[in-house]
C-alpha cells in the first residue's frame, strides 16, 4: 500500500526550502525493489512531480506578468521624448457643435460615485532639473492664477481653490496640464526670471497622458472622469492663451464629447466647481476668438449658464491677441 507524507528539512538560517514530496513504497521482498515496476513507479513519481514544478512555475511567472500589465500606470517617465503626434486623440469637427447635446449620449457609469482621490508627488514626476522651479511655479499659480472665477468672494475664492488643487494633485494628466499652464504663464509675465521647465516636453506629457486615459472606459474609469474633464479644460486653456487655436478647438470638442458622455453639465463633480469652470472658460474664449460658444444653452443645459466674460480677469495679467 503507497502513503505520500509532505516532509520539509529544516534550516538554520531560517531561510524557507522547497518542500519534498516523498512516496512510501512497502514490500514483502527486498528483491522487489529492483523489479521494472517499481522502478516505473518510481520514474512516474519523478516526473509527474517535475511536471508539477513546471507548471506552478509557469503559472507563477505568468500571474506575475499579468500583475505588471495590470497594474495602474499613473506616472510619465519623466524621460520620455514627446511623441511625433503631440494631438489628442478627440474625434475632429469644423466648429462648435451644438449637435453634441448630453441627450445624445447615455451617462457614464457610476459617474457620481468616484473612487477617493490619491495624492501625487510631483517630484516623483519630473525630471530633476527642474525641481526647483516647482514651488515657485505652484505659488505663482495659486497666488496670481487660482482667483480668476467671478463673482466670488476670497473665502469662497480659497475654498473653490482648495477644492480644484485636490483634483488636479490625484492625478497626473490635469497635474501636467495645471503645471504647464502656470508656467507658460510665468514666463510671459516675468521674461527676467525665467524657470528650466520644457514647456514643449511637459506639453507633451500632458496630451499622452490625456490619450491614455481615453482608453480607460467602465466604471470609474479615466476616460470621463472629474480629473480628466479638468485636465482637459486646462489644457484648451493652455492652447488659448499660449499655443494653438487649432488644437484649443480641438480640445473643446473634445470636451463637447466628454460632457455628452457623463450626461450633461450639472453631472459633474466638485460641488459644481467643474460646471462652472468651463463655462467659464467658453465664455471668455468665444469673447477672446470671436467665435460661437461650445456650451450654447441649447444644446448643453447648466445649473447657472454662463457667466459674463471679463477678459482682463482671465487673461490674469496677459495681452490678449
Not at 483634483?167 to 509675465?189: E, N, Q
Not at 463633480?269 to 444653452?297: C, H, K, M, V
Amino acid at each position: 500500500m503507497d502513503e505520500e507524507s509532505n516532509v520539509s528539512s529544516g534550516n538554520k538560517s531560517g531561510t524557507p526550502v522547497e518542500s519534498i514530496d516523498f512516496r512510501f513504497l512497502n514490500f514483502t521482498n527486498p528483491k522487489d525493489a529492483k523489479d521494472a515496476s517499481t522502478r516505473r513507479s518510481v520514474r512516474s513519481h519523478v516526473t509527474s512531480k517535475q511536471h508539477e514544478k513546471q507548471r506552478k512555475r509557469a503559472a507563477a511567472e505568468q500571474a506575475r506578468r499579468d500583475q505588471v500589465a495590470s497594474s495602474p500606470d499613473g506616472f510619465v517617465s519623466p524621460t520620455l521624448q514627446v511623441p511625433d503626434s503631440r494631438r489628442t486623440s478627440y474625434v475632429e469637427s469644423s466648429g462648435p457643435s451644438e449637435t453634441s447635446s448630453p441627450e445624445d449620449s447615455s451617462p457614464a457609469p457610476s459617474a457620481s460615485s468616484p473612487p477617493p482621490l490619491t495624492r501625487i508627488n510631483p517630484l516623483d514626476m519630473y525630471p530633476e532639473e527642474w525641481h526647483p522651479y516647482l514651488r515657485p511655479i505652484m505659488d505663482h499659480y495659486i497666488e496670481s492664477m487660482s482667483i480668476d472665477l467671478p463673482e466670488t468672494d476670497s473665502a469662497s475664492r480659497a475654498l473653490l481653490r482648495d477644492r480644484f488643487l485636490s483634483l488636479v494633485f490625484s492625478d497626473p494628466a490635469p497635474l501636467h496640464a495645471l503645471i504647464l499652464t502656470a508656467a507658460a504663464h510665468w514666463s510671459k509675465l516675468r521674461p527676467d526670471q525665467q524657470h528650466q521647465i520644457n514647456l514643449l516636453q511637459l506639453r507633451g506629457m500632458a496630451i499622452q497622458e490625456i490619450n491614455r486615459a481615453m482608453a480607460d472606459h467602465g466604471p470609474n474609469g479615466r476616460a470621463t472622469s472629474d480629473v480628466m474633464i479638468a485636465a482637459v479644460g486646462k489644457m484648451a486653456t493652455y492652447e488659448l492663451l499660449f499655443g494653438d487655436r487649432n488644437t484649443f478647438h480641438t480640445h473643446m470638442t473634445g470636451l463637447q464629447r466628454m460632457i455628452s458622455l457623463r450626461g450633461g453639465l450639472p453631472q459633474l463633480g466638485a460641488d459644481g466647481l467643474l460646471e462652472r469652470i468651463l463655462l467659464w472658460i467658453d465664455s471668455n474664449a468665444s469673447d477672446i476668438t470671436n467665435g460661437a460658444l461650445y456650451f450654447p444653452s441649447a444644446a448643453f443645459s447648466s445649473t447657472n449658464g454662463h457667466p459674463r466674460p471679463d477678459r482682463r480677469l482671465f487673461l490674469m495679467g496677459l495681452q490678449s491677441s
